[in-house]
């Protein structure tokens, strides 16, 4: 590396470089060696200094109040340790983004034992035959090796499917009436001037009944997604099963999820189309599209991700539901394929039904059922992810290339 | 600068309203127009004729009503809540606010670009372009030679032709616009109306934008707004000067070719604007 030669002072640098300069490579905020082991010692001082705190000086105890005194503790020693090396603002600086760090790992922590919990407990039970057989024939003396969660994997799939083909396209289309439609609105009749012209106040009071019915619905939205899930399974068992006689059978079990999917995914949805710039409405409309083209063609595509994500914040809101569906399918110990008729299992309910039962064995189906079930839930986040950050044209492109989707217009 | 010989007026074949004669339509006259915002009038029977294959400039300070004129050109301004105006604006001698007449049609035939580019983020290049005709339901037999015609027009085929199914939002600004003026070329309109399209723009690529209206003129009746006098001086064969003044809403205080407004205008008020004294 050749190093130019120090300017004087005062004088341009010259114009002229004869010598190629190296690049060398600069990172003015890189985390340096010093920067780590300055971050370990600390670490280890305040480990030493709560070890001698507890168990030399007072006679604390216990392993959550040691790791909170050593997190203090090591916060306290990195300050004062950067402090006097870097100044009183880099230190603060320091504190905080490890504060900051700190909170990200504590809410990781809580996820990671519960995971990890599930694993121990249930990882030994799961395999092909316990993914592809239901309880039939599973006697009372049988090891927990013997039937598996087949019919409540069905079961729960189906449930969740129906009320997602329930419950979604109903909470889009709210959603884009009370973006599209409703938000427009807002005129207010009162405020024309004296002399204003017949449209102008059928044109207001048009925008405020639209208005006024947006708030009315949002209201409700509201509401809805306030109601404690076990009221709306009460609201199904009472009404559809029980009052016009429907019995107990999976579609009653999807009709209670739908209800809590259908506010949940409207109220993202909602804020989703938020974000879409009204620029490219003026856009659309512009080029002599109509409204419902402008949202069908423009809106949603530009909020694909978005919406697709609503979705599935909608679905992960309801795929571990328990207790509207204890009250509304009933329960089964065998595969029921039909949602339409029987009733069926769900993995919420087989995991709720089998940690009660005073065998080993099924406790240790219900600890392998709760795995199944948030594998699930894992497998539709990320098939959800891949189709929400699908390249636009692609998903069409694979659906054409597959012969799924219809022929377009301009071909 | 090189102007193309005039194009038959629908190369693509996809305007409903070609065969005309050979005649390129887009003859549009605003008559006695006045808009009205929530009741509050903001112009005032503003007269003005826009004639086949000539540019006018509007031109005035910001809140003037241009924008808002602009905008009843193509039945843009209906879309704002509590809306309204009067008076007649006629496209070939026809009043594109009668009965008989439908909103998305003479948007169709009266195209326009934004102020700001707005290319559709979830598109491709190519179906930006093709957007316009898609939302119509317009059958298309060849659509490459209609992109490629389209972004030629708009002069940024050259720039774009290997990379078609780039998103339109990775194109930078200028070229962004560009792509706005095929988008709204390729539904082949008789007028095109530009809202300040270059005020986002850095200098070439304005310059760009104005010899791709020195290309089209001739097929399509441009109206565009700008407050940059020495583009208006530029691109424009004629000027409108709009005002709003304390108690008057927006109006044109004066409107001629070109060389009249800018050299030898008959209002003091022009003359104090187009030299930079006030606005």
């Given at each position: 590396m050749t190093i130019a030669p120090p300017l004087e002072l005062g004088r341009p640098a010259p114009e002229s470089a004869p010598e190629p300069r190296s690049l060398s490579r600069r990172r003015p905020r890189g985390f340096s060696k010093a920067d780590l082991s300055l971050l370990v010692v600390s670490g280890l001082s305040a480990v030493c200094f709560t070890w001698f705190l507890f168990y030399q000086l007072t006679v604390f105890s216990g392993a959550a109040g040691f790791v909170i005194t050593s997190?203090?503790?090591?916060?306290?020693?990195?300050?004062?340790?950067?402090?006097?090396?870097?100044?009183?603002?880099?230190?603060?600086?320091?504190?905080?983004?490890?504060?900051?760090?700190?909170g990200a790992v504590a809410v990781a922590v809580p996820l990671a034992m519960i995971i990890g919990f599930l694993v121990e407990r249930g990882y030994h039970l799961i395999s092909w035959h316990f993914l592809t057989t239901d309880q039939r024939g599973v006697t009372q003396l049988a090891p927990a090796s013997t039937g598996g969660v087949s019919h409540a994997i069905v079961g729960t799939l189906e449930q969740v499917g129906l009320a997602v083909v329930m419950g979604a396209p109903a909470g889009v289309l709210t959603a884009i009436f009370l973006n599209e439609v409703g938000k427009k609105a807002g005129g207010n009749p009162g405020a024309l001037p004296e002399d204003a012209s017949l449209f102008a106040r059928v044109s207001a009071r048009r925008a405020q009944a639209l208005f006024l019915l947006a708030r009315a619905i949002r209201v409700v939205i509201t509401a809805m997604s306030a109601i404690p899930s076990i009221v709306a399974g009460l609201f199904i068992l009472v009404v559809i099963v029980l009052g016009l006689g429907y019995g107990l059978r999976g579609l009653a079990g999807s009709l209670a999820l739908a209800i809590l999917l259908l506010p949940n995914i409207c109220r993202t949805t909602e804020e989703v189309l938020k974000v879409v710039h009204g620029s490219l409405r003026e856009a659309s409309l512009a080029l002599g599209a109509t409204e419902w083209r402008t949202v069908w063609s423009v809106v949603l595509p530009t909020a694909r991700t978005g919406v697709v994500t609503a979705v599935l914040l909608g679905i992960a809101r309801v795929v571990g539901e328990t207790a509207p569906l204890l009250l509304t399918i009933g329960s089964n110990s065998v595969m029921n394929p039909n949602p339409f008729a029987g009733q069926q299992e769900s993995l919420p309910v087989f995991v709720y039904t089998y940690r009660g039962l005073s065998r080993q064995a099924d406790i240790e189906r219900a600890f392998a059922a709760g795995l199944v079930l948030v594998g699930l839930v894992l497998v539709l986040f990320v098939i959800a992810r891949i189709v929400g950050n699908l390249r636009p044209g692609s998903l069409q492109q694979l659906?054409?290339?597959?012969?799924?989707?219809?022929?377009e217009a301009l071909s | 600068m090189t102007i193309a010989p005039p194009a038959p007026p629908d190369p693509a074949g996809t305007a409903s309203t070609?065969?005309?004669?050979?005649?390129?339509?887009?003859?549009?006259?605003?008559?006695?127009?006045?808009?009205?915002?929530?009741?509050?009038?903001?112009?005032?029977?503003?007269?003005?004729?826009?004639?086949?294959?000539?540019?006018?400039?509007?031109?005035?300070?910001?809140?003037?009503?241009?924008?808002?004129?602009?905008?009843i050109l193509n039945r843009m301004h209906e879309v704002v809540p509590g809306a309204e105006l009067g008076g007649q604006v006629l496209l070939d001698g026809r009043d594109i606010y009668s009965a008989d007449m439908r909103a998305t049609e003479i948007r169709k035939r009266i195209g326009m670009v934004f102020?700001?580019?707005?290319?559709?983020?979830?598109?491709?290049?190519?179906?930006?372009?093709?957007?316009?005709?898609?939302?119509?339901?317009t059958k298309v037999r060849n659509k490459k030679a209609v992109v490629q015609e389209m972004l030629e027009r708009a002069g940024l085929w050259n720039e774009v032709k290997n990379r078609l199914r780039a998103l339109g939002g990775e194109l930078s600004g200028g070229q962004q616009q560009r792509l706005c003026i095929a988008?709204?070329?390729?539904?082949?309109?008789?007028?095109?109306?530009?809202?300040?399209?270059?005020?986002?723009?850095?200098?070439?690529?304005?310059?760009?934008?104005?010899?791709?209206?020195?290309?089209?003129?001739?097929?399509?009746?441009?109206?565009?707004?700008?407050?940059?006098?020495?583009?208006?001086?530029?691109?424009?064969?004629?000027?409108?000067?709009?005002?709003?003044?304390?108690?008057?809403?927006?109006?044109?205080?004066?409107?001629?070719?070109?060389?009249?407004?800018?050299?030898?205008?008959?209002?003091?008020?022009?003359?104090?604007?187009?030299?930079?004294?006030?606005?």
């Open positions: 997190i203090l503790a090591f916060l306290g020693i990195y300050y004062l340790a950067n402090r006097q090396l870097y100044g009183r603002m880099a230190a603060a600086d320091r504190v905080i983004a490890t504060l900051v760090t700190l659906l054409r290339r597959l012969h799924l989707a219809p022929k | 070609n065969g005309r004669g050979g005649l390129s339509p887009g003859s549009l006259v605003a008559d006695e127009v006045s808009a009205w915002f929530s009741g509050r009038l903001v112009l005032e029977s503003v007269s003005l004729e826009m004639p086949k294959s000539l540019v006018t400039a509007l031109i005035g300070p910001s809140g003037c009503g241009k924008s808002t004129f602009l905008r102020q700001k580019p707005n290319p559709f983020p979830a598109m491709t290049i190519e179906d930006n372009v093709l957007s316009g005709l898609r939302f119509s339901g988008r709204a070329l390729a539904v082949g309109p008789e007028v095109l109306l530009m809202d300040e399209p270059c005020s986002a723009l850095d200098p070439s690529s304005t310059r760009r934008i104005e010899e791709t209206i020195a290309e089209i003129k001739n097929d399509v009746t441009v109206v565009i707004v700008t407050h940059n006098m020495q583009q208006a001086q530029r691109v424009a064969d004629q000027c409108a000067f709009f005002l709003a003044e304390e108690n008057r809403p927006g109006h044109i205080v004066e409107a001629g070719t070109t060389s009249q407004i800018f050299e030898n205008p008959t209002d003091e008020r022009t003359a104090d604007y187009v030299h930079g004294r006030f606005g």
